[in-house]
């Protein structure tokens, strides 16, 4: 077992998907190790295996982020499945900033509400909430997400839906997901 996945073993699902999201975007070997499935509107998917498991993923960078501050880490959304773990539809976001602690980040999508909890610079969908976020994501057009740094800083990210539907059909298909 490398190092990577020692560490990966005993990360807490909350933080898995932002750190192996974030590993795969900045690994040298990225090009090599991962199989893009193609660009669908705003969403990018692909797969890539980690953990002796393939992972699908999808994600997508806002249109656009508000908030007053001068600096701010990578921003953006993802769905990933994990199938050899049981793990599929896991909705997260990386918020480019540490979260206040103790809050909720809010995430709205056409009326629908929803809360996510916080860990790092993470919020995620709760296991039971991500079925209904992934069907009201198909079903979208935008999506805002909007959450408190740990400076007391309000931050809104807005997410066009538009090739939503097309990448999460598309990784379901690569890892057998129905």
């Known amino acids: 077992m490398t190092r990577i996945q020692r560490i990966l073993s005993i990360l807490p699902r909350s933080l898995f998907g932002a750190v192996a999201l974030l590993f795969v975007v900045t690994s040298p070997g990225y090009a090599q190790d991962h199989k893009s499935l193609g660009e669908f509107g705003d969403w990018q998917a692909y ?7 393939e992972r699908c993923t999808m994600a997508s960078k806002p249109l656009k982020d508000e908030g007053d501050y001068s600096k701010r880490g990578p921003i953006w959304a993802f769905v990933m499945h994990r199938p050899k773990e049981g793990a599929t539809g896991e909705v997260g976001f990386q918020m480019g900033y540490p979260i206040k602690e103790g809050s909720l980040v809010k995430l709205e999508i056409g009326g ?3 809360d996510l909890y916080t860990s790092g610079e993470g919020a995620y969908a709760w296991r039971e909430d991500e079925p209904k976020i992934v069907q009201t994501m198909r079903a979208g057009a935008t999506m805002t997400v909007t959450g408190t740094s740990t400076r007391g800083t309000v931050t ?4 066009s839906l538009t090739g939503f539907t097309k990448a999460n059909e598309t990784i379901n298909n690569a890892c057998g997901v129905s």
């Open 47 to 53: 797969t890539y295996q980690q953990g002796g498991g």
């Open 112 to 114: 629908a509400t929803f």
């Open 156 to 159: 809104k990210d807005i997410y």
